[in-house]
């Protein structure tokens, strides 16, 4: 059964930043591409960063481009978002979520194409 556990989130000032962790066990790892996704309250949950099986494509949200960098680690099993420049808009639950692919290179901004998702951690940003 896999398994996504996330981590990293937290209360943090306006303009600061925070690493969250997805680390992933049960499974084949590197089979997976990987996303990033998070839900504030009151909305529907929104699609934030994807990288590919072999780490060497990534995609980004409008409002994450360029503040935010999603990284992979295949030997630990473990994915990143690397996020700056913190806002009160990006107070929500991140959540990390595992989709299959036979492409390396492939990612998807489609929650559907997401089998695996983790249980989420709470990131909030103060002003």
């Known amino acids: 059964q896999v398994q996504l556990v996330e981590s990293g989130g937290g209360l943090v000032q306006d303009g600061g930043s925070l690493r969250l962790t997805c680390a992933v066990s049960?499974?084949?790892?590197?089979?997976?591409?990987m996303g990033w996704f998070r839900q504030a309250p009151g909305k529907e949950r929104e699609f934030v960063a994807s990288?590919?099986?072999?780490?060497?494509?990534?995609d980004y949200a409008t409002s994450a481009n360029g503040r935010f960098t999603v990284s992979r680690d295949n030997a630990k099993n473990t994915v990143y978002l690397r996020m700056n420049g913190l806002n009160p808009e990006d107070t929500a639950i991140y959540f990390c979520?595992?989709?299959?692919?036979?492409?390396?290179?492939?990612?998807?901004?489609?929650?559907?194409?997401?089998?695996?998702w983790g249980q989420g951690t709470q990131v909030t940003v103060v002003s």
């Open positions: 979520a595992a989709g299959p692919s036979p492409s390396t290179r492939y990612s998807s901004r489609e929650d559907y194409e997401y089998q695996y």
């Open positions: 990288i590919s099986r072999s780490g060497r494509v990534t």
């Open positions: 049960g499974g084949t790892f590197d089979f997976w591409f």
